[in-house]
């Protein structure tokens, strides 16, 4: 009993010196690892530490670029004054804007030439019924007042120092159609033919048809005067007068047409025995009620 009970106690030693000696063990573990962890907590303060400053060390290069970033600001200052100097360029550009008072001074030539264009307007908007064609240059050639030329089948005496009149057919011509011209040339100088002459064609038997064209405003005393042959006339836009007896005796005239809107004159007997039932046509209601009170009875006068 007594080497059982000895048995027991000293197995209970052992399990309490085991056990005392894994608590041992197992707190000098724990012990360590505590240690450990302080120590790798330790190390990695320093690492942290230096990772301060290495931060804070990367701070200062920040500030550095911040003053490098402030020291670019001075580059873009001074890049500043490149823009102010092109903004100094500007005033090349004022110089340009300058420019527009010679833009503002080519004004005064524009509008000099608005108002020059103006009134070629202003007459471009009028009939060409009331605008006879004029040369445009002087006539440095042009003849006396008075004097007479032929050029073609006419003759033309100078009335002013552009403008003659037809004063009739050349030495031996004779032609069934008469047409007149707008303008005539003679020795360098150019006219325009503004008048059928007083007897310009009087007794011309030949002539069946008359043509008068639009630079003629005047159709003078006796200028077809018993033509017994003309049985067509024709008159453009611009004639303003038909003076006395202009087509009288004119006996197989049956068909006259006048364009001309500015018509204002028909003097005595400028249609009277014409042929009877002869017709003449007119383009507007003022010219009618001229030309009607101007013919005898037994002519009709219509609208075109």
């Known amino acids: 009993m007594k080497r059982t009970k000895e048995k027991k106690l ?27 962890d302080d ?16 931060d804070d060390s990367s701070e200062p ?7 490098s970033d402030e020291s670019s600001q001075p580059s873009d200052e001074s890049s500043n004054p490149s823009d102010s100097s092109s903004d100094s360029s500007n005033p090349s550009d004022n110089s340009s804007d300058s420019s527009d008072p010679s833009d503002s001074s080519s004004n005064p030539s524009n509008s ?12 471009s908007t009028q009939p060409t019924s009331a605008t006879p064609q004029q040369p445009t240059t002087p006539n440095p050639n042009a003849l006396a007042v008075g004097t007479k030329f032929t050029v073609g089948n006419y003759m033309y005496m100078v009335t002013g120092a552009n403008t003659v009149s037809l004063k009739g057919f050349a030495k031996n011509v004779s032609l069934g159609t008469l047409q007149t011209k707008n303008t005539v040339t003679y020795n360098g100088a150019t006219y325009n033919v503004t008048k059928v002459g007083t007897g310009a064609f009087k007794g011309q038997n030949g002539i069946k048809k008359v043509i008068i064209t639009k630079n003629i405003t005047d159709i003078g005393k006796n200028s077809f005067y018993n033509c017994k042959n003309i049985t067509k006339v024709r008159i453009k836009p611009n004639v303003t007068i038909i003076r006395k007896g202009a087509f009288r005796y004119c006996s197989k005239l049956k068909t006259v047409n006048i364009t001309s809107v500015v018509l204002k004159e028909i003097k005595t007997n400028a249609f009277n025995s014409i042929k009877s039932g002869a017709v003449i046509n ?9 030309v009607k009170a101007a013919v005898p009875s037994n002519v009709t006068v219509n609208m075109m």
């Open 10 to 36: 000293t197995s209970t030693i052992l399990a309490v010196v085991l056990s005392a000696v894994f608590f041992c063990t197992a707190l000098s573990t724990a012990v360590f690892a505590v240690n450990g």
């Open 39 to 54: 120590d790798s907590s330790s190390e990695t303060e320093p690492s942290t530490s230096s990772s301060v400053v290495e």
């Open 61 to 67: 290069s920040g500030e550095s670029s911040d003053s």
């Open 112 to 123: 000099s030439d608005n108002s020059s264009q103006t009134p070629s307007d202003s007459s």
């Open 282 to 290: 007119v383009m507007n209601d003022p010219v009618r009620k001229l």
